[in-house]
């Protein structure tokens, strides 16, 4: 069940995120993929075709992932490492077309943009959920969403939304971009 208070892409969609990048066929890289929520729609969207390689860190929440959703589907690939070593993944293969990130790091978009570079097809597109809590707690969240967003646009990707997911998640935004040439950064 989509419910805008349990997944922040149903949040995001209900606050108008336009143009959702995973549809049918596609090949997504989710990090912090948690206990499944957000990764079972997204294994929806995709179908039988697409393909999601979801990863997590934390043993006992990936244990829960593992047996509650990815055994349960097809089109889940489950990865338990630590989104900050995506060299050690030794199950996605070829590029991917989207990188879907929500890890309430301070370091969030430091790890996305690793894995974009590692991972991510030119012309792909990033989604990245910024807490801004996580980031600098003393900070307004709009100056924050704006500095992660200044991060990605000088790896070389272009911001098509920010949308912030209050009240559904307090000082959470979605960033959407793509990436249109090479990151650098
Ligand atoms: C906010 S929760 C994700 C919720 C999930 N995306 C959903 O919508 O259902 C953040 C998750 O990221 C994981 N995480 C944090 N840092 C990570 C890292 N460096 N590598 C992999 N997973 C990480 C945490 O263990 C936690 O399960």
Redesign the pocket.
Known sequence: MWDPV????AAALLKGLKDLPIYEGVKVL???????????HVSDLLGESGIVFA????PR??REFLEQVASKRLNVIPIV?????PERYRSVFGKVDVV?C????PD?TE?ALLNCRRYLSGGGSLLL?V?ARSIDALKDPDRVFKEEGEKIEAAGFKIKQLIRLDPFDKDHALISAVWTEQPTS
């Open positions: 349990r997944s922040k892409l989710y990090l912090g993929a948690s206990t499944g929520t957000t990764v079972s990863v997590e860190m934390a929440v990936a490492e630590d989104a900050r070593r879907y929500d890890i309430a790091q969030q790890i959920i807490k």
